[in-house]
């Protein structure tokens, strides 16, 4: 619905020059009887022409190519929304649109053929996991899931992050700790892990 306004406002702009000089924006109107879609560009573009906002909203009506099979019905509402009401066939196109391409609907072609790099979680392993870690899986797999969804190749990488000094310092940590619990007085080095999921 967006889209088929959205060209309806683009080609309006041959004869209304103007309506290229905003963000063409259209809202769902909070009240269900105000119709389907809604557009502010009569109030957007008022200050700048010095017009009233309701008369500029009839000039941009009258100068749209609608299609009756699609809107069945406009009104100028309020200081000067533009409401649009679309037939219930072409709605009923639309369901049947989303019904066909199932799990597919929405996806886009968009960026095909580009990659991504997605790093998420690299949870240190030398400590317990949080909830933090949690979310961060779920939300780094959910972006790159959006950005598969608009064509994207993407890899996702996850650091396992278990090499190195602090892993060194890990194991001796534990090796310590096990061979206090076994009688056996060693000083624990003030930077070595400190937690009691040490000692268990």
Do not use: C
Not at 41 to 64: C, F, Q, V
Not at 115 to 136: D, I, K, M, Q, Y
Not at 139 to 153: F, K, Q, R, S
Request: proline content about 4%; glycine content about 8%.
């Amino acid at each position: 619905m967006k889209k088929y306004l959205q060209k309806l406002f683009e080609d309006a702009t041959k004869l209304l020059p103007y309506l290229g000089e905003i963000e063409l924006l259209f809202d769902t109107p909070k009240i269900e009887t105000h119709g389907d879609l809604s557009s502010n560009a009569a109030l957007l573009l008022s200050k700048k022409l010095k017009k009233n906002p309701r008369e500029l909203a009839a000039e941009i009506l009258s100068n749209l190519e609608i299609d009756k099979n699609i809107v069945s019905k406009t009104e100028i509402a309020g200081p000067g929304f533009i409401n649009f009401y679309f037939t219930p066939s072409f709605i009923s196109e639309i369901i049947k649109d989303i019904n066909e391409r199932g799990d597919d609907f929405g996806k886009s072609k968009k960026y095909f053929g580009k990659r991504a790099n997605v790093e998420f979680v690299s949870a240190n392993p030398t400590g317990p996991l949080t909830v933090g870690h949690g979310r961060g899986a779920v939300t780094g797999d959910t972006v790159a899931n959006m950005l598969e969804w608009i064509g994207y190749t993407v890899d996702r990488e996850y650091y396992f992050n278990d090499a190195g000094r602090q892993m060194r310092v890990l194991g001796d940590s534990v090796r310590i700790r096990y061979l206090n619990l076994l009688g056996k007085q060693i000083d624990f080095p003030e930077d070595y892990y400190q937690g009691e999921y040490i000692v268990e």
